[in-house]
Every structure is written in C-alpha cells, then in structure tokens.
C-alpha cells in the first residue's frame, strides 16, 4: 500500500533533465575539442621557452626555467622585421587586388545579363577543382619569362584574383535587391555607378568576409613565397621561419618563437573579426 503520507519530489530534483544532460554533453565535446585544437600552440610556446638540449634531453612538456631571451635572439638571428614587412606588403596587395577584382567579377556575373554568363561562372568555378599545386610550376615559368623573381611583382602578381572571392562577391550581390539599382538607373546611372555608388556600399560585409580571408590566406602563405623569393631581403615571415629547418641542424626554440611571434597578428585580428570568419565559414558551407 502506498505511503501517502511522504510527499513526492518536485519535478527536476535529483536528476538532470535531458535538455540539460544535452547541454552539459556538448559542453563536454566542445571543451574537449578545444584543447585538441589548442594543444599544438600551446606545445609551440612551451618549446620556445626551452633550450637547445631541454627540448629532447628533459623529457618534460613544460621548461624548467623559461628562456624568454629565445625570443629577442631568434629575432636577431634573422632580419626578422624586414620579413614582417614583406609579409605586411604582401598582404594588403592580396587583400586590395582581391577585393577590386572579386568584387567587379561578382557584379557582373551577379547583375550584368551577357551571352555566356553562366557558363562562364560555371567554368570559373571549376577551377577550384584544380590543385593549386598543378598550376605552381606553369606559374615560376610565367613570373620566371617576365622577370619577376625575387620581387614584388612576381610575389604578389598570381594571388591578386580569388575564385572563391568572385563566387562570394556574385553570391552576396544576388541577395540585394534590385528596387535601388532600378531607381538609380531612372535617374541616368550607369552600370559602372549603380556598381560604385549603390551596390558595393551595400556588399560590405561580404567585402570585409573576403578582405580578412585574404589577409589571412596571404600571411600564412609559404609555398609561393618559397619558391619566388631567393634572398634574404624579399622572405616573408613563414619563409623567415622555415629558414630555421637546415639541412644538417634545427634549433627547435628559436624555429618555435618565431612561430608564435608569427601567428600573434593573426590571433589578434581573429578575435576583433571572429564574426566575418564564421560568415566566410557560412559562405564555404553553402558552396
């Protein structure tokens, strides 16, 4: 017979509801999936406080007394600051050369109505497809027979256009409406100033998307850079830092101090720009 007389307990007490359990898993995941993300950077700074013989002989992930002057010195060991130069030069060139040309490309794919719009787009995007390490040496070749090597020219020249800046640019234009460009248009615009003064001021944040992807994209380069560059005067950072790897010798704490001085700019500018990240990431997922 049932005790009537012990009150029931409330609804939620002494067990957690699926809704929170849920929650509380995907916390759980999210954590989880963190410190694996974060584990190698963190092993990158650990190593740049170590010495030479502490990085293999100690055996330990954490220095026993940290060396910050690694940092001072594998910056002087190489002319450091001209490589952040040229990797700034670089960069912004990308970004500006990126956005003038996704951007004009986008519009006309987006707006113009022409004999072999889409299939035009469709042959575009079908670049995408080829490795960016096929086209590498046909690349040297062309900056090679114009005279470009070892200068801004030639490290800059082949990464001004971005086919997936043009899909993004044409992608963001079609989501506008069209009632102000017609307007416009009434009162005598053209296409070139419907473009300028009407749809591009209307497209920035997809421009502010694809400027910071470039930007990124073109720091972290190293391939190109690589094999364009020869002297010391026109390396760029991830070169610069790659130069610490020779063939018979690596200094493991200076190669990871200048790692983590490297990446300081992109972290930085990923947590003051961490919403046109996940809208380029939205962007990827759609196409």
Same mark, same amino acid.
């Given at each position: 017979?049932?005790?009537?007389?012990?009150?029931?307990?409330?609804?939620?007490?002494?067990?957690?509801?699926?809704?929170?359990?849920?929650r509380?898993?995907?916390?759980?995941?999210?954590?989880?999936?963190?410190?694996v993300?974060?584990?190698?950077?963190?092993?990158?700074?650990?190593?740049?406080?170590?010495?030479?013989?502490?990085?293999?002989?100690?055996?330990?992930?954490?220095?026993?007394?940290?060396?910050?002057?690694?940092?001072?010195?594998?910056?002087?060991?190489?002319?450091f600051?001209?490589?952040?130069?040229?990797?700034?030069v670089?960069?912004?060139?990308?970004?500006?050369?990126?956005?003038?040309?996704?951007?004009?490309?986008?519009?006309?794919?987006?707006?113009?109505?022409?004999?072999?719009?889409? #299939?035009? +787009?469709m042959? &575009?995007? *079908?670049?995408m497809?080829?490795? !960016?390490?096929?086209? %590498?040496?046909?690349?040297? @070749?062309?900056?090679?027979?114009?005279?470009?090597?070892?200068?801004?020219?030639?490290l800059?020249?082949?990464?001004?256009?971005?086919?997936?800046?043009?899909?993004l640019?044409?992608?963001?234009?079609?989501?506008?409406?069209?009632?102000?460009?017609?307007?416009?248009?009434?009162?005598?615009? #053209?296409? +070139?100033?419907? &473009?300028? *003064?009407?749809?591009?001021?209307? !497209?920035?944040?997809? %421009?502010a998307?694809?400027? @910071?992807?470039?930007?990124?994209?073109?720091?972290?380069?190293?391939?190109?850079?690589?094999?364009?560059?020869?002297?010391?005067?026109?390396?760029?950072?991830?070169?610069?830092?790659?130069?610490?790897?020779?063939?018979?010798?690596?200094h493991?704490?200076?190669?990871?101090?200048?790692?983590?001085?490297?990446?300081?700019?992109?972290?930085?500018?990923?947590?003051?720009?961490?919403?046109?990240?996940?809208?380029?990431?939205?962007?990827?997922?759609?196409?």
């Amino acid at each position: 017979m049932a005790d009537l007389s012990r009150p029931e307990p409330a609804a939620g007490v002494g067990r957690a509801s699926p809704g929170r359990t849920g929650r509380l898993v995907q916390l759980a995941l999210l954590i989880g999936a963190a410190a694996v993300m974060a584990a190698p950077f963190l092993w990158m700074t650990s190593t740049s406080l170590m010495g030479q013989l502490e990085v293999f002989g100690s055996g330990s992930l954490l220095p026993a007394s940290p060396r910050w002057r690694n940092y001072p010195e594998a910056l002087t060991v190489q002319p450091f600051a001209r490589y952040f130069f040229n990797s700034l030069v670089f960069a912004l060139a990308v970004v500006a050369g990126q956005l003038l040309t996704s951007a004009t490309a986008g519009y006309a794919f987006a707006r113009l109505d022409f004999r072999g719009n889409r #299939g035009l +787009f469709m042959l &575009f995007l *079908s670049t995408m497809m080829v490795p !960016a390490v096929i086209v %590498l040496i046909p690349r040297f @070749l062309l900056v090679d027979a114009l005279g470009w090597i070892d200068s801004y020219r030639g490290l800059i020249s082949t990464e001004l256009v971005s086919v997936w800046g043009i899909f993004l640019m044409r992608q963001y234009f079609l989501t506008l409406p069209r009632d102000l460009e017609d307007a416009a248009r009434v009162d005598g615009a #053209g296409p +070139f100033r419907i &473009f300028w *003064s009407v749809a591009l001021p209307l !497209a920035g944040p997809a %421009l502010a998307t694809l400027g @910071l992807f470039a930007f990124v994209d073109a720091w972290k380069n190293l391939l190109w850079p690589l094999l364009v560059t020869r002297s010391m005067e026109m390396r760029v950072v991830e070169v610069g830092v790659a130069a610490f790897h020779s063939t018979y010798e690596v200094h493991w704490p200076y190669q990871m101090a200048a790692g983590v001085v490297a990446v300081v700019p992109i972290a930085v500018l990923f947590m003051f720009t961490q919403r046109y990240f996940i809208r380029g990431i939205q962007m990827e997922g759609i196409r």
